[in-house]
């Protein structure tokens, strides 16, 4: 052995682990938490939809945000592999030496690294391995979306939705609409923009990011529908509205809205049920009882207001609720505005500042073995006129079972005032009625 030379006896042995490297090499990661947060699944507002477990609730799909429910994921530094650190008390080697060392160890790596290169492409040579990397990259896809599919859907409807940011009296909402006119008439829900009812401010936010201030035009809380109405544009991608009487249940539906403020998401899914009696604001009366379309497409927070779609891309409902049982998000059970109510309460909104609420003028409770029970009868009222007395047991209407009160009320409010409608009572017999129609009053 020389200085310059040290034998395998001189060098250091690891305690532990394989020779020539440290026993362990400590990873430090740190992590966020992944999405999640925000606010309850009942919809960013102090209001709430509530669906069972409560017998007619369920969440709003819109949201009020503090900060984003997203955190970065980081990941520490990596020790460096394979170094040791000298053994207390050896020798250091003289300057000049250890230079001499490192420039040889230097350029034997690279020479060493050179040669290993060079024969690693020796050996790859004329292999017949097939390897993804050498491919070369498809032709770029330019085909129009297959008719009939969510991508189509996607691409019809997007350039007609919209976030709206709503700010009131201390508190600040999210949600979602689209377009009905070229000249700003934006479909909402109710309990979307209500914070700004008293002086708030509405900000519309479009699809290729251009923003514009709004007011209410009109709004109706007992069927949870607003229109308002951007101002200083003109020539906007309104939407095809479609029809909701004729919907089945199994087909398929597209949802799009701004969940947790991420505008323009879509999703996908089926009809789950239709006619589902909701009660919307969670007050637990009859004041605002809907007649839901049940959907399993993702509706999260800010969904609300936006619109549920057939595969012809035409608007079929506006999507306004979740069920929440007891954690945030979605859970797969959300519901829709038919878009039948809602273009007749939007007509009402649009020309006459109000809506109007179809009524018999009867109040009504659940009967003990099923359908709605008669309680008292205004006099003059639809009901009156009809010969319903208090205690009739209405168990139809027309082809459609009434189960209870709030499904009696929601399919009344399916209906147009002026319309007549039968009902069949508990002992059998039919009454005509002529459905009545009165001015709803806003605060």
Same mark, same amino acid.
């Given at each position: 052995m020389t200085e310059n030379d040290p034998s395998a006896q001189d060098r250091p042995t690891p305690a532990s682990g394989t020779p020539d490297q440290p026993d362990s090499v400590d990873k430090h990661a740190a992590t966020g938490q992944g999405p999640g947060g925000g606010p309850t699944a009942a919809d960013r507002t102090t209001d709430e939809f509530r669906y069972p477990p409560h017998p007619s609730s369920a969440g709003y799909a819109h949201g009020d945000y503090a900060s984003s429910p997203y955190r970065q994921h980081g990941y520490g530094p990596y020790p460096q592999a394979g170094v040791q650190q000298a053994p207390h008390g050896r020798q250091r080697m003289p300057g000049k030496l250890v230079a001499a060392v490192t420039l040889l160890a230097l350029l034997v790596g690279g020479g060493a690294g050179a040669a290993g290169g060079y024969l690693a492409a020796d050996l790859t040579t004329g292999s017949s391995a097939t390897n993804a990397l050498d491919q070369p990259p498809p032709a770029r896809y330019t085909a129009s979306a297959p008719e009939g599919s969510v991508e189509a859907v996607a691409a019809k409807l997007k350039p007609s939705v919209v976030q709206l940011q709503v700010q009131g009296r201390g508190s600040a909402n999210e949600g979602s609409g689209?377009?009905?006119? %070229?000249?700003?008439?934006?479909?909402?829900?109710?309990?979307?923009?209500?914070?700004?009812?008293?002086?708030?401010?509405?900000?519309?936010?479009?699809?290729?990011?251009?923003?514009?201030?709004?007011?209410?035009? &009109?709004?109706?809380?007992?069927?949870?529908?607003?229109?308002?109405?951007?101002?200083?544009?003109?020539?906007?991608?309104?939407?095809? /509205?479609?029809?909701?009487?004729? /919907?089945?249940?199994?087909?398929?539906?597209?949802?799009? &809205?701004?969940?947790?403020?991420?505008?323009?998401?879509?999703?996908?899914?089926?009809?789950?049920? /239709?006619?589902?009696?909701?009660?919307?604001?969670? =007050? &637990?009366?009859?004041?605002?009882?809907?007649?839901?379309?049940?959907?399993?497409?993702?509706?999260?927070?800010?969904?609300?207001?936006?619109p549920l779609a057939n595969m012809q891309g035409q608007v079929i409902g506006i999507n306004s609720a979740i069920y929440s049982p007891s954690q945030s998000g979605n859970v797969g059970i959300g519901f829709a505005i038919p878009i039948d109510q809602a273009r007749r309460t939007?007509? %009402?909104?649009?020309?006459?500042?109000?809506?109007?609420?179809?009524?018999?003028?009867?109040?009504?409770?659940?009967?003990?073995?099923?359908?709605?029970?008669?309680?008292?009868?205004?006099?003059?009222?639809?009901?009156?006129?009809?010969?319903?007395?208090?205690?009739?047991?209405?168990?139809?209407?027309?082809?459609?079972?009434?189960?209870?009160?709030?499904? /009696?009320?929601?399919?009344?409010?399916?209906?147009?005032?002026?319309?007549?409608?039968?009902?069949?009572?508990?002992?059998?017999?039919?009454?005509?009625?002529?459905?009545?129609? =009165?001015?709803?009053?806003?605060?």
């Open positions: 689209f377009v009905l006119s %070229e000249d700003g008439y934006i479909l909402t829900n109710n309990h979307v923009v209500e914070a700004a009812s008293q002086g708030g401010r509405i900000t519309v936010v479009f699809h290729n990011g251009d923003e514009a201030e709004a007011e209410i035009v &009109g709004r109706d809380p007992t069927t949870d529908i607003a229109v308002v109405r951007a101002e200083g544009v003109s020539g906007l991608t309104t939407v095809e /509205l479609g029809r909701s009487d004729d /919907l089945r249940v199994g087909q398929s539906v597209v949802a799009i &809205g701004s969940p947790y403020e991420l505008a323009g998401t879509v999703t996908a899914g089926i009809v789950s049920s /239709l006619n589902r009696p909701v009660t919307a604001g969670g =007050q &637990g009366d009859q004041t605002t009882v809907m007649d839901a379309i049940q959907t399993d497409a993702a509706i999260n927070p800010g969904n609300s207001g936006g939007a007509d %009402e909104i649009i020309e006459n500042g109000h809506a109007t609420q179809t009524y018999i003028g009867a109040t009504v409770g659940d009967a003990p073995n099923g359908g709605a029970r008669i309680g008292d009868v205004q006099s003059g009222s639809p009901a009156d006129k009809a010969g319903i007395e208090p205690n009739d047991v209405i168990v139809k209407m027309g082809d459609r079972r009434i189960d209870d009160a709030n499904t /009696l009320v929601a399919a009344i409010r399916t209906r147009a005032p002026g319309e007549k409608v039968t009902f069949t009572l508990a002992d059998g017999s039919d009454v005509a009625v002529t459905l009545g129609g =009165q001015p709803v009053t806003v605060n």
